[in-house]
C-alpha cells in the first residue's frame, strides 16, 4: 500500500472543490483497478484565506472522509507559494502531488506519472506537466515566452516554458526540496534548483471547471519580477556594467572638453547637450539604485524570519 498525498491550495474555490474531489477519487478507483498495489490518496487542501464558501466545504469534506480528507486554512491569503510551502511541509504521503483545484491540471494524468515513477527501469524522481496549447490572449503569451528567455539567459536554473507547478514526486525529492528554507519562494525555480531526474509529460491546456483565475495582468508581471530577483543577481551585474561603461565614456568626454578648452578656449556653447547627459545619467542611477533596493527588500524580508503562512485551523 501506498500512500499518495495530494496538496491542492484553494483561493476562493467554493465551486470547484466538489467537482475536483469526485473526479480525483474517480481516477483513483481506476487506478486501483489497473495496478496491483493499492494506492490510497490524502487530500491535504490549503484554504488561502478565502472569503467565500471555501472552508465550509472543506470542513465538510473532512467531515464525511475523515480518513483521507485535510485542510489547513489560513489567517488571511498568504499566496499560492505560501499555500504550497505549508502543504508540501505537511504532506506525508510516499508520493506527493501538486495541482490546483480547478481540474486545469488534469488528475487522469497521474495515471501515468505513477507509472512512470514506479518504473524500476527508469529512477526519475520527479514527473512535471507542460501544457501545450493554452488559449491565450496573444500578448499574454508574447509575455510569457520573453519571461522564459529572460529567466533562462539570467539564472542557472534552467525552466521550461509551459511547465505547471503540476507534478508528482516521490520522497526523497520531496526532502531535498523541503531543505530549501526561503521566505522569498518561486516554485518553478525551486523545483528546477532541487534537481533530480524528471520527467515532462506532455497535454492539452483545459479552461478552469468553474470559477474564475485569480491572477490578474499585473500580478504575472510582478511576480515574473519577484521571480528573476529570486534566481539571479544577473540585474547587479547589469548596473554595475552599465555604471561601469558610462564612467569610461565620461572619462574620454572629460579629456575631450579639456584638450579641447585648452586649445580653443572655454565656451558656453552645449549647455542643452550638458543637461541631457546629467538626466540621463540620475536616470541610470535611479535606475540602479532601484535594482539594488529590490535586492535589500528581498535580504530584508529573509532576515525577519517571519513565518511564510498561518495556520488558523486544521484537521
Ligand atoms: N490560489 C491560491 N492563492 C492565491 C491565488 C490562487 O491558493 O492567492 C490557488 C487557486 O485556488 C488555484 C491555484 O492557486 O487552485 C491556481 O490559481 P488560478 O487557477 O487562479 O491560476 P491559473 O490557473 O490561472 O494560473
Ligand atoms: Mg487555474
Same mark, same amino acid.
Given at each position: 500500500?501506498k500512500?499518495?498525498?495530494?496538496?491542492?491550495?484553494?483561493?476562493?474555490?467554493?465551486?470547484?472543490?466538489?467537482i475536483?474531489? %469526485?473526479?480525483t477519487?474517480?481516477?483513483?478507483?481506476?487506478? %486501483?483497478?489497473?495496478?496491483?498495489?493499492?494506492?490510497?490518496?490524502?487530500?491535504?487542501?490549503?484554504?488561502?484565506?478565502?472569503?467565500?464558501?471555501?472552508?465550509?466545504?472543506?470542513?465538510?469534506?473532512?467531515?464525511?472522509?475523515?480518513?483521507?480528507?485535510?485542510?489547513l486554512?489560513f489567517?488571511? %491569503?498568504f499566496?499560492?507559494?505560501?499555500?504550497?510551502?505549508?502543504?508540501?511541509?505537511?504532506?506525508?504521503?510516499?508520493?506527493?502531488?501538486v495541482?490546483?483545484v480547478?481540474?486545469?491540471?488534469?488528475?487522469e494524468?497521474?495515471?501515468?506519472?505513477i507509472?512512470?515513477?514506479?518504473?524500476?527501469?527508469?529512477?526519475?524522481?520527479?514527473?512535471?506537466?507542460?501544457?501545450t496549447?493554452?488559449?491565450?490572449?496573444?500578448?499574454?503569451?508574447?509575455?510569457?515566452?520573453?519571461?522564459?528567455?529572460?529567466?533562462n539567459?539570467?539564472?542557472?536554473?534552467?525552466?521550461?516554458?509551459?511547465?505547471?507547478?503540476?507534478?508528482?514526486?516521490?520522497?526523497?525529492?520531496?526532502?531535498?526540496?523541503l531543505?530549501?528554507p526561503?521566505? %522569498?519562494?518561486?516554485?518553478?525555480?525551486?523545483?528546477?534548483?532541487?534537481g533530480?531526474?524528471?520527467?515532462?509529460?506532455?497535454?492539452?491546456?483545459?479552461?478552469r471547471?468553474?470559477?474564475?483565475?485569480?491572477?490578474?495582468?499585473?500580478?504575472?508581471?510582478?511576480?515574473?519580477?519577484?521571480?528573476?530577483v529570486?534566481?539571479?543577481?544577473?540585474?547587479l551585474?547589469?548596473?554595475t556594467?552599465?555604471?561601469?561603461?558610462?564612467?569610461?565614456?565620461s572619462?574620454?568626454?572629460?579629456?575631450?572638453v579639456?584638450?579641447?578648452?585648452?586649445?580653443?578656449?572655454?565656451?558656453?556653447?552645449?549647455?542643452?547637450?550638458?543637461?541631457?547627459?546629467?538626466?540621463?545619467?540620475?536616470?541610470?542611477?535611479?535606475f540602479?539604485?532601484?535594482?539594488v533596493?529590490?535586492?535589500?527588500?528581498?535580504?530584508?524580508?529573509?532576515?525577519?524570519?517571519?513565518?511564510?503562512?498561518?495556520?488558523?485551523e486544521?484537521?
Open positions: 500500500m500512500t499518495i498525498s495530494l496538496v491542492v491550495p484553494c483561493y476562493n474555490e467554493e465551486p470547484t472543490i466538489e475536483f474531489f %469526485n473526479t477519487e474517480k481516477v483513483f478507483e481506476k487506478l %486501483n483497478n489497473t495496478h496491483e498495489s493499492n494506492y490510497y490518496p490524502n487530500y491535504l487542501f490549503i484554504n488561502d484565506g478565502s472569503t467565500d464558501k471555501t472552508l465550509n466545504i472543506l470542513r465538510k469534506l473532512h467531515n464525511s472522509k475523515p480518513n483521507i480528507v485535510h485542510y486554512s489567517s488571511r %491569503n499566496g499560492k507559494e505560501s499555500a504550497l510551502a505549508a502543504g508540501l511541509s505537511n504532506a506525508h504521503g510516499d508520493y506527493v502531488a495541482m490546483d480547478d481540474l486545469q491540471d488534469p488528475p494524468l497521474l495515471l501515468q506519472m507509472d512512470i515513477l514506479e518504473d524500476p527501469k527508469q529512477d526519475y524522481e520527479v514527473v512535471g506537466c507542460v501544457q496549447s493554452r488559449r491565450q490572449k496573444p500578448i499574454r503569451k508574447f509575455l510569457s515566452a520573453s519571461f522564459y528567455k529572460i529567466i539567459k539570467m539564472s542557472h536554473v534552467r525552466l521550461k516554458q509551459n511547465v505547471r507547478d503540476y507534478r508528482l514526486m516521490t520522497r526523497k525529492y520531496i526532502n531535498a526540496l531543505k530549501l526561503e521566505y %522569498n519562494r518561486f516554485s518553478k525555480g525551486m523545483f528546477s534548483w532541487v533530480f531526474k524528471t520527467k515532462y509529460l506532455k497535454y492539452e491546456g483545459v479552461p471547471s468553474a470559477g474564475t483565475s485569480s491572477w490578474s495582468m499585473f500580478q504575472l508581471f510582478e511576480y515574473s519580477l519577484e521571480a528573476i529570486d534566481f539571479s543577481d544577473a540585474p551585474k547589469i548596473a556594467l552599465s555604471g561601469g561603461l558610462i564612467c569610461v565614456l572619462i574620454i568626454g572629460l579629456i575631450f579639456v584638450i579641447r578648452a585648452f586649445f580653443f578656449g572655454g565656451s558656453v556653447n552645449g549647455w542643452a547637450s550638458l543637461v541631457a547627459i546629467i538626466l540621463f545619467l540620475s536616470g541610470v542611477q535611479l540602479c539604485v532601484g535594482i533596493g529590490k535586492y535589500i527588500g528581498k535580504i530584508y524580508l529573509e532576515t525577519k524570519h517571519r513565518p511564510k503562512f498561518i495556520i488558523a486544521r484537521a
